[in-house]
């Protein structure tokens, strides 16, 4: 099936079976690497993945316009992957104040990946911003994730969120503010270390 | 701009969320302030980073054995369902007829109660008075509703359940006992 997704979905929605497991196939993917970045690990991601299908299934009726089914896939997705994250405890207990940034202490991120011929630090820092990922609230964490890793679109994640775009922006420059103050701390823990 | 302005708008400029004259202003700012650019340098390549994370996929044999799953668990249940009758649905397509079959079964259990001693017509206003709607009620439900064990010997009561669960078989699909459905009106 070569069609694009609106025209997948209304077939979809008027019993196309078929297209179903058309839309499973195009967007499993996208789903599990959502919910691998939010959860960590691939059972859970597995989890997700199986039952925002189910689902989606179930819920069919409940969307209203064909345009908006990424949004649709990736609320029910991130709904449940918070869920999942609320369920684990894995919510950070990261202080909500970002106002006191150790402002003389920085880390030059583009410095450091300017060096690919390091692939082991590169490697190393990946790491760092995955556990720093782990630290934020599981809202401001998939906002990171959907829009800086995936490519989401604010639009499409407040539509997800079912929330203004204002909303997606601010959770969005906190969640970066509280990933650089992490990384700041790791560095200067690593430094201290040496 | 002061540099706390600039500062402030550093998320949208590398979003490029913002006007041409905004991004240029800006641009010649982070050329001329070294705080600023710092500010800039480190907020781009967290976010420069970010989008360089790649999430390694599975295989693709678990990626069959996954979506075989998720078909299982949605199309091919949805297809393999055995049908199961609803009293709602059932009474709504066939109205009339239900109801007279409804009333006849009622009168049945009418007639029942009369023969074992208890008072059908305390049962009868029990019923309008309170669920003045469909009322739903099984053998188990009658005993809850209106303490059957209390007036009726065990023996009566087996003769009861035994009338319920006949009744239930013209209704195949439909588990446990005969659910009946009556109104008000049906008993006034």
């Known amino acids: ?194 | 701009m002061t540099c706390f302005n600039i500062q402030k708008l550093l998320h949208e400029y590398i979003d490029n969320e913002l006007d041409q004259f905004q991004q240029a202003e800006i641009a010649d700012h982070l050329d001329q302030c070294s705080e600023c650019h710092e500010a800039w340098v480190e907020l781009n390549g967290l976010k420069n980073l970010l989008g360089q994370i790649k999430t390694q996929q599975p295989s693709e044999s678990y990626w069959e054995e996954t979506t075989r799953l998720i078909m299982a668990k949605t199309v091919d249940l949805d297809e393999n369902i055995i049908p199961v009758i609803s009293l709602h649905e059932e009474e709504t397509d066939k109205k009339t007829a239900f109801r007279r079959s409804l009333l006849s079964v009622a009168a049945s259990i009418a007639l029942l109660l009369v023969s074992i001693g208890l008072n059908s017509s305390s049962l009868t206003t029990k019923f309008a008075q309170n669920q003045p709607e469909a009322l739903v009620f099984t053998t188990y439900e009658l005993n809850q509703r209106f303490d059957l064990k209390s007036h009726m010997t065990d023996d009566q009561l087996a003769k009861f359940a035994l009338i319920d669960n006949s009744l239930s078989m013209g209704f195949p699909g439909l588990p446990g006992g005969l659910i009946i459905t009556v109104t008000g009106d049906d008993i006034n």
Not at chain 1, 26 to 53: C, M, P
Not at chain 1, 117 to 127: F, N, Q, S, T
């Open chain 1, 1 to 194: 099936m070569n069609n694009v997704v609106p025209e997948l979905v209304q077939k979809f929605l008027d019993g196309d079976n078929r297209a179903f497991e058309e839309l499973v196939h195009r967007f499993r993917k996208k789903i599990y690497s959502v919910a691998y970045q939010a959860l960590g690990n691939h059972l859970d991601a597995d989890e997700v993945v199986q039952e925002t299908f189910v689902r989606i299934y179930n819920k069919r009726k409940e969307l209203k316009d064909v345009r908006y089914f990424t949004s649709f896939i990736i609320r029910i997705a991130t709904n449940y992957s918070i869920d999942l994250l609320r369920k684990k405890k894995f919510q950070s207990a990261l202080p909500d104040d970002t106002t006191s940034l150790p402002g003389n202490i920085q880390i030059d991120l583009s410095k450091r990946v300017s060096t690919p011929d390091d692939e082991l630090a590169r490697k190393e820092i990946m790491e760092e911003i995955e556990q720093a990922l782990a630290q934020l609230p599981p809202r401001q964490r998939l906002t990171a994730i959907l829009h800086d890793i995936e490519g989401y679109t604010k639009a499409e994640i407040a539509r997800s969120f079912d929330c203004p775009e204002a909303t997606v922006r601010s959770n969005l420059h906190i969640a970066r503010n509280k990933l650089k103050k992490i990384l700041t701390q790791q560095q200067t823990a690593k430094r201290s270390k040496k």
